[in-house]
């Protein structure tokens, strides 16, 4: 089975606005809308676990039944008190959906719901190269010169740009090793993790890299939300 988990259980502080980020609109439909008509329209995804703040489960409900968004595809369960807490939510839930029938194969998609220009090409590559390494993780080559400032003042290192990638999103991974993963962790583990990357790595697994594209990137901003209406707008995005 492949699942897809989408992080949505952020707040949006930098926004300045009085509903979370998610349910903000770009065009005409609100950013959560969107990305999950993206991940749904995908065959190749079983089920599509939606990670909310508790708080605003009725408003997201509601929002989801105005759109006339198809729901029977989708579980909405509680995110975690961090990023990487949302994620473990996730994995145990599908875990849960899974039951009897879950195989170590059985693949786990996690995106940001605030990255809602994702491509199918980028969905669909995820689930095909993780079969080839522990997990995958989404990113672009960074087209600027990166500087390494440890007390953030001085640069210290400028690392070769070629060998240099930007970290998107999504991660996709297999459900049952990630599981086990997280069953080993310490505390200290779990509270530094907010990504499965680093996790991966710092265990000795391997992480493959899917190409990822300027357009799938997070809307963060009101400079994110205005270049997002630009680019649908110019029809760039449908």
């Known amino acids: 089975m492949n699942f897809a988990g989408i992080l949505a259980g952020g707040i949006g502080s930098r926004m300045e606005s009085s509903v979370p980020k998610q349910f903000l609109k770009i065009g005409d439909t609100p950013i959560i809308v969107r990305t999950l008509n993206t991940f ?14 508790p708080q605003w489960e009725d408003y997201c409900k509601n929002m989801l039944e105005e759109y006339k968004v198809d729901t029977s595809r989708v579980v909405i369960i509680h995110g975690g008190t961090s990023r990487f807490l949302s994620m473990v939510n996730i994995v145990k839930k599908s875990i849960e959906l899974a039951g009897d029938s879950l195989t170590e194969d059985d ?17 669909n590559d995820n689930y095909i190269i993780a079969k080839e390494y522990d997990m995958v993780t989404t990113s672009v080559p960074t087209i600027d010169t990166v500087l390494i400032a440890e007390d953030g003042k001085q640069s210290t290192v400028v690392p070769n740009r070629d060998t240099v990638f930007l970290d998107q999103g999504p991660q996709t991974f297999k459900i049952r090793q990630f599981d086990d993963l997280f069953e080993k962790l310490t505390q200290e583990e779990i509270d530094a993790y907010m990504e499965a990357g680093r996790m991966y790595l710092e265990h000795d697994l391997s992480v493959g890299i899917v190409k990822g594209e300027r357009t799938n990137f997070k809307i963060t901003t009101e400079f994110d939300m205005l270049l997002g209406n630009m680019m649908i707008q110019d029809g760039q995005i449908k």
């Open 40 to 53: 749904l329209k995908e065959e190749c995804i079983d089920k599509v676990i939606l990670a909310m703040n």
């Open 107 to 123: 693949m786990m998609l996690i995106h940001d719901c605030a990255r809602p220009f994702v491509s199918s090409r980028i969905i």
